[in-house]
T-cell receptor, first 110, second 113 residues
Framework: SQQGEEDPQALSIQEGENATMNCSYK?????LQWYRQNSGRGLVHLIL?????REKHSGRLRVTLDTSKKSSSLLITASRAADTASYFC??????????FGQGTELSVKP | ETGVTQTPRHLVMGMTNKKSLKCEQH?????MYWYKQSAKKPLELMFV???????ENNSVPSRFSPECPNSSHLFLHLHTLQPEDSALYLC????????????FGPGTRLTVT
C-alpha cells in the first residue's frame, strides 16, 4: 500500500516547544508530501520532498526523508497555538494519486 | 484561498433526495479528485479524473456518481444516500506530471437524515 502512517496519533505540547511527527510507508516513492488540516476544513499542502532529497526547510518546518528506512519526519519549531491541526503525510508516485493515513493530531497549548 | 472552491459548504438531505456537489478549480490543473472524510477515519479517495477521464473508482457505491465536464469542474451527484454517507466531502486538484501537490477545497459537510 502507498498509504503513509503517521506517528504519534496525538501530540500535545506547550507553545514555543518543538513538535516532531513521523511517517512510515511501504512502497517506493517519487516524493513525499505533508499536509495540514484545521478542524472541518480542507487540507493545505505544506511541503514536498523528492525521493532524492534528504532534508528540506520551509519557514519553521523541517522535513527529513530516509528512503532506506521508508520514513519521514516533520519538525515544527517554536510552535504556536495556530499550529493546532491534524498533520498528514502522503507518499506520492508519478501518477499523482495520494493515499492519506489517519494523521497526527497536534494540540499546541498557549 | 487555495484556488479550489466547493459548493454548497453544508448540505442536509433526506435518503430519497437527489443533490449534487460542485467543485471548481482556477489553477489550470489537469487532474481532479473526490475524497470522503468520515469522523475518526482516514481520508478515503473516491474518484480521480485525469485529463477529464476517470482513471480511478475505488469501489464507491453507485449512489455516488461523478461527472467531469471539463478540466476545471467536477461534480458529485448523490441519490438515495444512507446515513453512514454523512461526512465531509473534499475536492482537490493537481497538475500530474509536474508539481504533484494537491490543492484542496474547503469541503462540503453532508448530513443524510
Amino acid at each position: 500500500s502507498q498509504q503513509g502512517e503517521e506517528d504519534p496519533q496525538a501530540l500535545s505540547i506547550q507553545e514555543g516547544e518543538n513538535a516532531t511527527m513521523n511517517c512510515s510507508y511501504k512502497t517506493s516513492i517519487n516524493n513525499l508530501q505533508w499536509y495540514r488540516q484545521n478542524s472541518g476544513r480542507g487540507l493545505v499542502h505544506l511541503i514536498l520532498i523528492r525521493s532524492n532529497e534528504r532534508e528540506k526547510h520551509s519557514g519553521r518546518l523541517r522535513v527529513t526523508l530516509d528512503t532506506s528506512k521508508k520514513s519521514s519526519s516533520l519538525l515544527i519549531t517554536a510552535s504556536r497555538a495556530a499550529d493546532t491541526a491534524s498533520y498528514f503525510c502522503a507518499p506520492g508516485n508519478q501518477g499523482g494519486k495520494l493515499i492519506f493515513g489517519q494523521g497526527t493530531e497536534l494540540s499546541v497549548k498557549p | 484561498e487555495t484556488g479550489v472552491t466547493q459548493t454548497p459548504r453544508h448540505l442536509v438531505m433526506g435518503m430519497t433526495n437527489k443533490k449534487s456537489l460542485k467543485c471548481e478549480q482556477h489553477l489550470g490543473h489537469n487532474a481532479m479528485y473526490w475524497y470522503k472524510q468520515s469522523a475518526k477515519k482516514p481520508l478515503e479517495l473516491m474518484f480521480v479524473y485525469s485529463l477529464e477521464e476517470r482513471v480511478e473508482n475505488n469501489s464507491v457505491p453507485s449512489r455516488f456518481s461523478p461527472e467531469c465536464p471539463n478540466s476545471s469542474h467536477l461534480f458529485l451527484h448523490l441519490h438515495t444516500l444512507q446515513p453512514e454517507d454523512s461526512a465531509l466531502y473534499l475536492c482537490a486538484s493537481s497538475q500530474v506530471g509536474a508539481s504533484y501537490e494537491q490543492y484542496f477545497g474547503p469541503g462540503t459537510r453532508l448530513t443524510v437524515t
